[in-house]
């Protein structure tokens, strides 16, 4: 007889698989939960009938594999209405004695332990419900894309310059030559639209080498990247960015109904469009809370929080920001003059996404990189694609554990991650 999982269960005769939950004994009968990916069975065995697998009951412990052969019975007082009278209970593989973090919702252990043994804290349903979210919400990023004429790429890891400066870069010895880990796909999405590929989008892992300790820093991401030819502005690529996360949330929520209740989460689909803040703007709402910024200055984290509470109380959890300084934007955005044609996209008061329209003209993206300090002869490979037809182009880069943290109010990115990377972590 063939496995079922926990779900399929119907009636009649079956054949189970995965790990003892739980055991109670209660003098003439005993029981344990068999837990599998998808759900929790009571199995049960009584004295009197079956005195053998009585005795296999007394002699499992929490988290060994168990295979169990038995029939259904409807039970008022097992969970889910159902359990199985065991008929045969086979241990395939003991686990050891005490369990080093706890898997029940009761006992939350530290981050540490939890990371040090994610594959004991992922049999907590909770948290491997993030995960089958997480799946869902990739593969509906995907279908977005697909469905508005993207094709999905895959650019270098390996680089010899990086694109976002160069304090967050992780060296490497590339042979004899010195390259890096990338920091994001920004100039390989860019130098395809000189290609005729028009619109392009990557789903990949980037890497920051930056020493933050905050609940949105890790050393290793997946960024949603996407580049686009042929725009007319930055309002273009907007367009895209907010039409994806609504396509995500509202295609995620239908599938995923199951595991958000169990979470307890509300998932709540934007509206569209969203708000469009110039930075003006938004450093005027702030200063009305009492927070002066001086213009030309980035808005730290604690001030796009406070930002985010204010749209909150609008009824917005999505805003753009944009028309940003052209100072602190990267040389790859194109300005006009003082002001920038970037874009952030903030998500409850966290920066999700960034992006804009960019610098498609070979000699002000020369003169920029310059003014900002950078070495043209080093992007030489980038700076070619520039000079034999480059349309306008823009795109964002967009942070996946950013996009499911705030979605599922989690307080930290690193729940979203099966192995973190951070400044301390490097292992398992
Ligand atoms: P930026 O550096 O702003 O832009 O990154 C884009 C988005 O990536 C996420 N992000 C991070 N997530 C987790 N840990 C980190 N250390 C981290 N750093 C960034 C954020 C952020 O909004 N090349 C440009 C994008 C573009 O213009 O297309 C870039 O990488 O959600």
């Known amino acids: 007889m063939e496995r079922i999982f926990t ?26 939960l068999l837990r599998d990916r998808e759900g929790i069975i009571q199995v049960t065995a009584k004295k009197d009938t079956n005195p053998e697998l009585f ?3 007394s002699g499992l412990h929490r988290e060994d594999c168990v295979e169990v052969k038995g029939t259904v019975k409807v039970s008022e007082k097992a969970p889910g209405g159902k359990e199985i009278m065991a008929k045969e209970i ?10 080093p973090i706890e898997t029940s919702d009761k006992i939350q252990s530290g981050f540490d332990k939890r990371f040090d043994f994610r594959f004991i804290d992922l049999r907590n349903r909770k948290v491997m419900n993030v995960f089958k979210i ?13 469905k508005n004429g993207f094709i999905e790429i895959q650019t270098p890891v390996i680089q010899a310059a990086g694109a976002e400066g160069g304090a967050t870069l992780f060296p490497l010895i590339y042979y004899n030559k010195e390259a890096f880990l990338r920091q994001s796909p920004q100039l390989y999405k860019q130098i395809l639209m000189a290609s005729g590929m028009d619109r392009v989008y990557e789903i990949g892992q980037v890497f920051r080498a930056e020493k933050f300790h905050t609940r949105r820093h890790l050393s290793e991401y997946v ?7 042929w725009i007319d502005s930055e309002d273009d690529v907007m367009k895209i960015a907010e039409g994806l996360v609504h396509y995500a949330l509202k295609e995620t929520k ?13 998932m709540h689909v934007p509206e569209l469009p969203f708000p469009r803040l110039t930075y003006d703007k938004a450093l005027d709402m702030l200063s009305k809370e009492g927070i002066k910024i001086e213009r030309g200055e980035d808005l730290e984290d604690a001030q796009e929080r406070v930002l985010g509470e204010i749209m909150q109380r609008k009824g917005k959890e999505w805003y753009f920001i944009y028309k940003y300084p052209s100072r602190i934007k990267p040389f790859y955005i194109m300005m006009d003059g003082e002001v920038s044609r970037g874009m952030d996209l903030d998500y409850k008061g966290m920066e999700i996404a960034s992006g804009g329209q960019r610098e498609h003209r070979y000699d002000m993206v020369v003169k920029v990189m310059k003014q900002k300090g950078l070495d043209p002869h080093k992007f030489e490979f980038y700076l070619s694609a520039f000079r034999y037809g480059m349309p306008p182009h823009g795109g964002f880069g967009l942070g996946s554990e950013r996009l499911i943290e705030q979605a599922l109010g989690l307080d930290n990115v690193k729940e979203t991650v099966l192995f973190p990377r951070t400044p301390e972590r490097l292992v398992p």
């Open 7 to 32: 779900k399929e269960i119907k009636n009649g005769e079956v054949v189970l698989k995965g790990w003892v939950s739980q055991i109670r004994d209660l003098g003439g009968l005993k029981f344990f």
């Open 55 to 57: 005795d296999v009951i």
């Open 90 to 99: 086979n241990v395939i593989n003991k686990a050891e004695t005490p369990l």
């Open 134 to 146: 997480k799946q869902v919400m990739f593969s509906k990023l995907r279908e977005f894309f697909e």
């Open 223 to 229: 960024s949603i990247d996407m580049e686009m030819a």
């Open 254 to 266: 239908k599938t995923c109904k199951e595991e958000l209740k169990e979470l307890g989460i509300e």
